[in-house]
């Protein structure tokens, strides 16, 4: 400390207690005075201690910025001899963050030669680096060189080109000094007074004596200490004018004040307990901040460049004269070196100006080629509409050119991939369907685009039968199947009576099949992907295309004949996800078949393997989770099925629940059916139903009850389902009647102790049956129920001729059906394990499946 204060002190320690609160108090404001001044660009010329640890000279921005640039490359000599490049790489990102944050002072006071200098030797080592060097680098060596190599050349080729350039010329590594030597002998001057300063003021703390300053020789150096005790007199009278002002104002603090006031802030809590300054915290953000100001400008500038180069090509083009073959064949060899909108401008002027076809053909190949082959950002990006109806157009010109025999050039002779075109365009809308929101109008308008896609691929089709090319057009067909196999007739019927009332100009532009050319043409789209020749997943997607067609047309039948001679089952946990998914929506769908074909039993058999609670919409690839991790939300989105091709999730499981109902009344089928009815049964309060479950159980309820025309009117109430079900009153027709048959067999089974004989006769006006259909209804539950009853045709009565069984009885009927559970159960273990043998045995033996022609001649996929 210096004598002032130190005299200060003396005089404090013969005070009173009192006066020592005061002093401390003081002491207090006069060190939250000192840290607000800081930062102040003054020089302070105190003796206090806190002063003592400022800097006490002033440097001027371009001396800063040199002293900047030579930390940030300080010790790159030696890293250089030593070829350390990992420590270079870090030096590297250091320097040019360095140089990047002081653009500016670079700009106003010139490029140093220190910074000249240290990039001409990163670039210098990077180039007398050869590839021999690099073998006997270690793997972190070589990878950092890497790296560093691609910076420094990345960056040295964008920024001060003309200036390297300039200094490798003459080379010049100290900085002028002109204008620093004024400025620098004064910092110097003061820099030696201040290190003289504080080695006395030291050794005067530690011994405890009076202080033993150095006086200087020179006169000089005498006015700067009359300089310096004048300084030190004016900031001790400033000193004292501001501690009283803050002894007053913190007097006048209350205690609440004072607290909040002398209390840490929850982020300088938080940033202490992680170790963290807050000030480099706040560095860094503006560091952060200042980047992306100088990207984004840069951006800017870079697309106004683009822009003005686009807007000078055009116009240098629009003044050409493409009738000239010289002309239209210099552009073609530039095409793919200038951008898309470039391209199509090109394109047009062909069109419209030239003569010679076969440039008009290279031209389109280019063109459509280009287009595709630039690389997506992400994984939801697609190609806007007008761009993909224009590349559809263009393809149809192109095959317009090979209709007309158009001579083609020699790189183009047998080598359009027409196949390649339709596929990227299929991929494309395919991708839009999944990513836009089926409420867009947008998605409205691309399905219109699809006939478009669908004309195209019946030209591509046509292409490759003429060439005999059976792996393209099978491919193609299987393309054209995916977008028709869903389509139902009655949708065909409608887009006719809309197209009818369009001018004719406008009709060809829609792909529409009659309804009685549906089947037809999905039968002969599938027959030439079985021409193809031997490949097992095409004709195995082929023939679920064909199967989900004939299913959705209430084919069940023929449906499920197809599905079992081809035994595709035993094969599709070998196909990709897509096929497994196919392979899941047309076994819902045959089972939907069954449904509406009042078949509800097999319907049952069908969607129970599928239809487990939860899982349906993720079984049929109907959404995408987001709970999850990125990999896998983009597997989820890359087979998510388009809106428009999905099935009714709700419909999918009314009718397995209601199929579930007419067959597990009497006997427990389906476990989880049976678990939602007893939590239903549990709850405390039962609301009136509102989903489409909520229907089922309460008709389950009362038709268990025999209430059968509640449990129908329940049934009837789910309206939103029965709107998805084409002719649904048939359907309806159907379940009327078994629910009367299920309520007849409850009445016969629950009551056949209480009662001898039942009156066919009053039995059909308990139901509203006819006596032919009660006796019709009687006798199959005496042969599949093998229950002991008999019809009396003379009385017309149904006579019980069961006695009522023991508890021993039921008790062994209870343990009959446990065991044959858990024999049915390692059934399926075993058939599982054996399954699993012969597919192993299969691929051991590398035989190729046998295939052998079913009764109508066709070839089924057998193993």
């Known amino acids: 400390m210096s004598k002032f204060f130190g005299a200060i002190d003396d005089e404090g320690s013969s005070s009173s207690d009192s006066s020592s609160e005061e002093s401390e108090e003081v002491e207090e404001v006069k060190t939250e005075v000192k840290s607000k001044k800081t930062k102040r660009e003054t020089i302070r010329m105190s003796d206090s201690d806190d002063d003592e640890k400022e800097e006490r000279k002033i440097l001027s921005p371009e001396k800063k910025l040199r002293n900047n640039l030579r930390k940030a490359s300080e010790g790159l000599g030696q890293l250089l001899k030593d070829k350390e490049f990992a420590a270079l790489h870090t030096m590297w990102n250091s320097f040019t963050e ?52 691609n910076k420094v050349t990345k960056y040295l080729k964008n920024k001060y080109v ?21 400025v620098g002998s004064e910092d110097e001057s003061d820099e030696e007074d201040s290190d003289e300063e504080e080695e006395e003021e030291s050794e005067s703390e530690s ?56 209390m840490k802030s929850p982020e300088e809590i938080k940033a202490m307990r992680e170790g963290r300054n807050l000030d480099d915290d706040k560095k860094k953000q503006r560091k952060i901040r200042e980047v992306k100001k100088e990207e984004e400008d840069e951006g800017e500038g870079k697309q106004e460049k683009e822009f003005r180069d686009i807007k000078h090509t055009k116009e240098i083009i629009m003044e050409l004269d493409f009738s000239d073959e010289a002309v239209a064949k210099e552009n073609l060899k530039k095409m793919k070196k200038f951008s898309e909108e470039i391209q199509e401008l090109i394109l047009n002027k062909l069109q419209k100006e030239s003569k010679n076809k076969t440039f008009l053909v290279e031209a389109l190949y280019l063109y459509i080629s280009g287009a595709f082959a630039v690389e997506k950002g992400h994984i939801d990006s697609f190609f806007d509409r007008q761009k993909l109806v224009s590349i559809i157009q263009y393809i149809n010109d192109l095959f317009d050119l090979i209709d007309q025999n158009v001579p083609m050039s020699e790189k183009r002779k047998g080598k359009l991939h027409m196949f390649k075109f339709f596929d990227n365009v299929n991929k494309e809308l395919h991708t839009a369907f999944q990513r836009l929101s089926p409420q ?79 089947q037809a043409k999905i039968d002969d789209l599938v027959n030439t992907v079985f021409e193809e020749g031997y490949n097992r997943a095409f004709r195995i997607k082929a023939t679920l295309y064909k199967i989900y067609h004939h299913a959705i047309h209430d084919e069940f039948f023929y449906a499920r004949n197809l599905m079992s001679t081809s035994q595709i089952s035993g094969k599709i946990n070998k196909q990709d996800e897509d096929t497994q998914i196919l392979y899941n929506r047309t076994i819902v769908q045959i089972g939907l078949s069954a449904f509406r074909c009042g078949l509800f039993k097999e319907c049952f058999d069908l969607s129970k393997g599928i239809a487990n609670y939860g899982r349906l919409k993720d079984l049929l690839g109907q959404r995408v989770k987001n709970n999850v991790t990125e990999k896998q939300i983009r597997k989820e989105k890359l087979r998510y099925i388009p809106f428009h091709l999905h099935i009714d999730y709700e419909l999918a499981d009314f009718s397995h629940m209601v199929c579930a109902m007419l067959l597990d009344i009497q006997n427990i089928v389906s476990r989880p059916f049976r678990k939602l009815v007893d939590s239903a049964d549990k709850a405390l309060f039962n609301g009136p139903p509102e989903q489409t479950r909520d229907y089922v159980i309460y008709a389950f309820r009362s038709l268990y009850h025999g209430e059968w025309k509640k449990a129908i009117e329940y049934l009837f109430s789910a309206s939103k389902v029965w709107k998805l079900i084409p002719e649904a009153d048939r359907v309806k027709n159907f379940l009327v009647k078994e629910v009367k048959e299920v309520a007849l067999k409850i009445l016969m089974f629950r009551n056949s102790s209480s009662y001898e004989s039942y009156s066919i006769s009053d039995l059909g006006n308990l139901f509203e049956l006819t006596e032919e259909e009660v006796h019709r209804i009687v006798s199959k539950i005496i042969i599949r129920e093998r229950c002991d009853v008999s019809i009396k045709k003379e009385e017309n009565v149904v006579q019980i001729n069961e006695t009522p069984k023991s508890d021993t009885q039921t008790f062994i009927d209870i343990l009959v059906d446990k065991v044959r559970s858990v024999s049915d159960y390692n059934n399926k273990i075993l058939r599982g394990s054996s399954r699993q043998n012969r597919d192993r045995t299969e691929s051991d033996s590398h035989t190729k499946p046998k295939e052998e022609p079913n009764e109508n001649g066709e070839e089924n996929i057998v193993t």
């Open 440 to 518: 867009n109008l947008e998605y409205i308008k691309r399905l219109q685009d699809e006939h478009k896609l669908l004309h195209l691929g019946e030209r591509v089709l046509k292409y490759y039968k003429d060439k005999e090319d059976d792996s393209n057009a099978a491919k193609t067909s299987l393309i054209l199947l995916d977008h028709l196999y869903a389509k139902h007739s009655s949708i065909y019927a409608k887009m006719q009576k809309i197209v009818d009332q369009k001018p004719e100009e406008e009709k060809a532009k829609f792909y529409i099949l009659k309804p009685g050319q549906t």
């Open 207 to 262: 011994s405890g004596d009076e202080d033993n300053q150095k006086k200087t020789t020179t006169k000089k150096q005498d006015d700067s200490d009359e300089d310096d005790i004048n300084w030190d007199d004016s900031d001790s009278d400033d000193d004292d004018s501001d501690e009283e002002e803050k002894e007053d104002k913190a007097a006048r603090l209350t205690l609440e004040e004072r607290r909040k006031k002398w």
């Open 98 to 149: 360095e140089i990047n944050k002081n653009s500016a002072l670079i700009k106003q006071y010139g490029i140093p030669n220190m910074m000249l200098n240290t990039l001409m030797k990163y670039e210098d080592i990077i180039n007398s680096t050869k590839k021999q060097d690099e073998k006997n680098m270690t793997k972190n060596n070589k990878k950092n060189f890497g790296t560093l190599k």
């Open 162 to 182: 003309k200036e390297l350039a300039a200094y490798k010329e003459d080379p010049v590594e100290s900085e002028p000094e002109e204008e620093e030597k004024a």
